[in-house]
């Protein structure tokens, strides 16, 4: 017993191909009883058995296989500005987006890779709402501007056909569980970038008050006695 996908179908005959890519003929006499061509489609999963023919190899005993939908994670990495840059067939799963912001830095190509690495270590496959926050600091009477990546990162499922239900119930089982892992690295991620930050405005309120205090040190020295 074989299975495979029907890849030509007419009102007369149609062709399937097994899984080492080879073809096989069929018509309304090599369908199990009850199924009707009409009720197949380019596509289907048909379960059969093969024999050799004068013409080529020949599909016996078809029948119908029954596909059960899985969700599983996403391979495409989706980095967008759109909140909704999902196909059709991939879903964003709920509950599994946070907000993640990058540190500071001069270029936002600097803060939208770091924020594209953060992503990828997490195991998160979405990013979207991607946005460049801007920032003007001061040293002195120098003003310079900084840039933050931000945007909410989570996961996305998509459909896959499988045989068996049991398979689709553990395909998607499965994904659930990866998505615990990755919440709790988006949660790790976002309290360290957050603590960058912080110690990033710590640096500059330091340069700041030095700064105001060797001002107010030459001008009080400048006064007179």
């Known amino acids: 017993m074989k299975t495979g996908k029907i890849i030509s179908l007419s009102d007369r005959f149609g062709f399937v191909i097994d899984g080492e890519g080879t073809s096989h003929y069929f018509n309304q006499r090599n369908l199990l009883q009850g199924l009707k061509l009409q009720d197949l489609c380019i596509g289907d999963k048909l379960s059969f058995t093969p024999s050799a023919g004068r013409k080529g190899m020949i599909a016996n005993g078809v029948g119908k296989l029954e596909m059960h939908t899985a969700l599983v994670l996403g391979e495409r990495m989706i980095f967008s500005r759109k909140p909704d840059p999902f196909r059709s067939n991939e879903h964003p799963m709920e509950g599994s987006f946070i907000t993640l ?15 594209r690495a953060v992503v990828a270590a997490t195991g998160a496959n979405a990013a979207v709402n991607v946005c460049m926050d801007a920032k003007t600091f001061n040293s ?86």
């Open 101 to 115: 912001q990058s540190s500071w830095h001069r270029s936002p190509d600097a803060a939208r890779e770091e924020l």
């Open 140 to 225: 002195g009477n120098y003003h310079y501007t900084m840039h933050a990546c931000r945007a909410s990162v989570g996961l996305y499922r998509v459909e896959r056909e499988v045989e068996t239900a049991q398979d689709a119930k553990e395909l998607t089982a499965d994904s659930e569980t990866q998505s615990q892992y990755v919440r709790s690295s988006l949660e790790t991620s976002r309290k360290m970038l957050e603590a960058e930050r912080r110690k990033q405005a710590r640096k500059k309120t330091i340069v700041f008050v030095a700064a105001a205090a060797f001002i107010v040190y030459v001008f009080s020295n400048m006064l007179p006695g």
